[in-house]
T-cell receptor, first 113, second 116 residues
Framework: RKEVEQDPGPFNVPEGATVAFNCTYS??????FFWYRQDCRKEPKLLMS???SGNEDGRFTAQLNRASQYISLLIRDSKLSDSATYLC??????????????FGSGTQLTVLP | EAGVTQFPSHSVIEKGQTVTLRCDPI?????LYWYRRVMGKEIKFLLH????????ESGMPNNRFLAERTGGTYSTLKVQPAELEDSGVYFC??????????????FGSGTQLSVL
């Protein structure tokens, strides 16, 4: 079983739609959670961190459910420029951890005009 | 401010040859990471330097891979001899330090390695 599981998609949605991505992680020692965005043939870039209380950044809302080991990302009023692959990323934070990130395979989103 | 730079952006080599990838982290960043994404798979951790020291190399696939960071500045990742399964995109990332704010990773644009 993969440490971080994501629906690979692709998700094809019209402009203005709301779309949600889900992610589950298997390592209960995971302490930090992130969503990264990767454009085609580009490097991953941090979109937002995910906090236990849930957090919002403009049109983007991230949620964390530690009991279910589940993370979500909601994009409202989607734009053409949101088209990308969204990577769910977790990081252990226990003593002795190397602090390396564990990536999901990514969910591909295409926003259509 | 310059970001993380990687060289070359693409490399095509034959099986059995040697390839050296280079990464220049953001100036002042003590932490340097190598990651790899092979076709159809997720990005996976290879190793982590703190300054010139290897903090964790648990992700290195085998002894054909050698990473160095002499002087704690730029890093190289050498593959010798390269095999077909080494093909993929090799990303380098750097961060300033530990802690929630300082540990934001900045990625380079990657080196696409193709072994034929």
């Amino acid at each position: 079983r993969k440490e971080v599981e994501q629906d690979p998609g692709p998700f094809n949605v019209p402009e203005g739609a709301t779309v949600a991505f889900n992610c589950t992680y298997s390592n209960s020692a995971s302490q930090s959670f992130f969503w990264y965005r990767q454009d085609c043939r580009k490097e991953p870039k941090l979109l937002m961190s995910v906090y236990s209380s849930g957090n919002e950044d403009g049109r983007f809302t991230a949620q964390l459910n530690r009991a279910s080991q589940y993370i979500s990302l909601l994009i409202r009023d989607s734009k053409l420029s949101d088209s990308a692959t969204y990577l769910c990323v977790v990081k252990p934070d226990h003593p002795g951890s190397a602090r390396q990130l564990t990536f999901g395979s990514g969910t591909q989103l295409t926003v259509l005009p | 401010e310059a970001g993380v730079t990687q060289f070359p952006s693409h490399s095509v080599i034959e099986k059995g040859q040697t390839v050296t990838l280079r990464c220049d982290p953001i100036s002042g960043h003590d932490n340097l990471y190598w990651y790899r994404r092979v076709m159809g798979k997720e990005i996976k951790f290879l190793l982590h330097f703190v300054k010139e020291s290897k903090q964790d190399e648990s992700g290195m696939p085998n002894n054909r891979f050698l990473a160095e960071r002499t002087g704690g500045t730029y890093s190289t990742l050498k593959v010798q001899p390269a095999e077909l399964e080494d093909s993929g995109v090799y990303f380098c990332a750097s961060s300033q330090g530990f802690g929630l704010t300082n540990e934001k990773l900045f990625f380079g644009s990657g080196t696409q390695l193709s072994v034929l």
